[in-house]
């Protein structure tokens, strides 16, 4: 699954509450370790660090919304593809 992009809200695996994705390929802790997403509570967007999550593709259960995605979203994805 290619990444979704900003502003595309899901809910997680045994998750209630939706977030809405504020980032990309993150690196957690001292940049050992490489999430797909950052996100935020939604609707309340960000309210500070203690209220974001890290997770990936695979922990998504529900895709809500899909975020924009224009030509150079897809320039984007394609060079994270081709770094991959």
Known sequence: MDLLPLGSIVVLRDGYKKLIIIGRKILVGRGEELSDY???LYPEGYLGEEYCYVFNNSDIDQIIFRGFE???E???IKAIN???
């Open 38 to 40: 950052l996100g935020c």
């Open 70 to 72: 224009d030509l150079e």
């Open 74 to 76: 897809k320039a984007f």
């Open 82 to 84: 081709d770094i991959e």
